[in-house]
Structures are given as structure tokens and as C-alpha cells.
């Protein structure tokens, strides 16, 4: 990919990030690009998240952005998930992609169990964007209050009707080896258990939580997370804490945000309901591109 245009890309999406640049500036800075070649006419996709969700949204709108600041690039958006996405982007099936810290570095280096190869074809393009949080969210009618007891209630055999995310999601994969290797249950458990449990995309959790199909739903989102915010004005809600010995086992064992960051926090009032504030376990996002993006 020649430099002009990754150049060009970067500064765009960057704009929409908020990251560097005020429109402003942009006008001031246009005419040292004046003297880059023209970019030719070029078609990419970006593997996001599932629709209805943050990952899915924000693509879309910086994908607007590029647009807007280079007409010559359209990007289509594409649902995916965080552990599909470092394969999408290396067998050339899309451009750019939605990512995941300590997933991509697995594929990368082919870390199982995430991963069965080494997945080499991907590039890290932007990074240092929000946390995304791990939600475990219930009514507050179940009268849980931690992860600790939602795994004890697994465990107890009790039947527990759960909404989890879909299977080749990074929150799926860590979600999993939470309930595996640290409490020692699974999400098989819960339909042994004689409850059920529904593979849903964050648009189909609301429905399902809103309808009371299920009482608790676990999704990995941004603050506020849209979904949860529709789900919390349905019915009296909280958001499940994660023990201090949890933040610090799954950082430890995945890489996820460390406990020492202070950035495990889902503050009080981002919830209807949930008026204190939630240690929860975190990730950091970033943008993968295709090593193989074409030169012109």
C-alpha cells in the first residue's frame, strides 16, 4: 500500500476518532497532501462487530468519514466478531477489521485454544482506544449481585435462563474460559442444569431481556453500552461485579486491562439502577488492516 494513501486513511479515521485533529485544522492541514498523487478509485471492507452493537456503529461512522474526506474510498462494514476478524483480514476476506489487544496478539503468534495457526497476514493500523467492559447484567428480581454467585448458581444446578454471545466473538472465547478455567462450570452447564441459554447479537439480547425470556445477559460493550441502556429502562437491572482475584486472573492468564490500571470500573449512573460503581473486567480495541491491501 503506498504511503500517500495509508497516510491519508489513517488521518481519517483518526479525525473521527477525535484522536488528533479538529475539523479546522484539517482545512489548514489540506494543502501539504496537495502534492500526493490522487488517490485512485478503491472499494475495501471492514470486519466490525455484530449489528447493534458499538463496534458495529463506530465502523460505520468512520467509514462515513473516509467517505466524506476522500470520495474516491468507500468501505463497507461487515458484522464479525473479535476472534473472526484477525481470520477474516488474513484470508483476504476484508480490508480492515475491528480488533481486539490480547486476541489479535494470540492469532498472531497462533495461540491456542483461540487459535489453531499462526495468523500472519494482519497489521496493527490504529490503536489506543477505549476499554470495552464485560457485562455481566441481571435482574436485580434474581437478587445476584456478583459474578461469584451467577458461577455458584451454575454449579448448584440451579436453571438459569442467560443470553451469551455468539460463538467466534472475542467475548464468547473469554467469557468461556472464564466459566471453564476460573469457576470451573461452562455455558453447557446451563442447559444441562435444564435452563437455556440463547447465542444472540446484542440487538436480539434486548429483546429477549425485555420480553423476560432471560434474566441475565453477558455482552462486551463500550460505556454506556447501547443495548444495556435499553435493557436496564425495561426492568430493574444491575450489573454483576468482578472480584479483585478475577480482574487480576484474567490479566494475568489473557491479557485483559490489570487490575493496578484503576480502569476496571463501570461508574455509577452509566446504568439506570446501578447507582454504585462496578469493578468489571476490560479489554483494549484497535484496527487491523490486511497486510496485502493492494499498492495503487
Known amino acids: 500500500m503506498k504511503r500517500n494513501r495509508t497516510g491519508l486513511l489513517v488521518l481519517a479515521l483518526i479525525l473521527v476518532s477525535g484522536l488528533v485533529f479538529a475539523a479546522a485544522q484539517v482545512e489548514t492541514a489540506a494543502p501539504s ?36 474526506t476522500f470520495p474516491e474510498i468507500t468501505i463497507k462494514v461487515i458484522p464479525g466478531g473479535g476472534t473472526a476478524n484477525p481470520l477474516a483480514v488474513d484470508q483476504g476476506k476484508d480490508d480492515f477489521g475491528w480488533g481486539v489487544g490480547y486476541v489479535d496478539k494470540a492469532a498472531y503468534n497462533g495461540v491456542a485454544p483461540l487459535f489453531d495457526r499462526e495468523v500472519k497476514n494482519i497489521r496493527g493500523l490504529l490503536g489506543g482506544f477505549s476499554v470495552d467492559f464485560y457485562h455481566f447484567f441481571a435482574a436485580k428480581s434474581t437478587g445476584v449481585t456478583t459474578i461469584d454467585e451467577f458461577a455458584a448458581k451454575i454449579k448448584a444446578g440451579e436453571k438459569l435462563n442467560v443470553a451469551a454471545p455468539m460463538p467466534g466473538t472475542s467475548e464468547r472465547a473469554l467469557t468461556t474460559f472464564i466459566l471453564e478455567n476460573y469457576y470451573g462450570t461452562s455455558y453447557e452447564q446451563i442447559e444441562k442444569n435444564g435452563g437455556k441459554l440463547f447465542q444472540a447479537v446484542y440487538g436480539d439480547m434486548v429483546n429477549l431481556y425485555k420480553d423476560r425470556h432471560v434474566d441475565y445477559v453477558i455482552a462486551c460493550l463500550g460505556l454506556p453500552g447501547a443495548a444495556i441502556t435499553e435493557m436496564s429502562i425495561s426492568r430493574d437491572s444491575t450489573i454483576l461485579e468482578a472480584s479483585d482475584d478475577l480482574i487480576k486472573w484474567s490479566a494475568d492468564t489473557y491479557g485483559t486491562v490489570a487490575l493496578e490500571s484503576g480502569l476496571n470500573v463501570i461508574p455509577g449512573g452509566t446504568y439506570k439502577g446501578v447507582d454504585a460503581d462496578k469493578k468489571a473486567i476490560g479489554h483494549s480495541t484497535e484496527i487491523m488492516c490486511s497486510v496485502n491491501l493492494p499498492e495503487n
Open 33 to 68: 497532501a496537495a502534492g500526493m498523487e490522487p488517490l485512485k478509485a478503491a472499494t475495501y471492507s471492514w470486519t466490525a462487530g455484530g449489528m447493534g452493537g458499538g463496534w458495529y456503529t463506530q465502523a460505520g461512522a468512520m467509514s462515513a468519514i473516509v467517505k466524506n
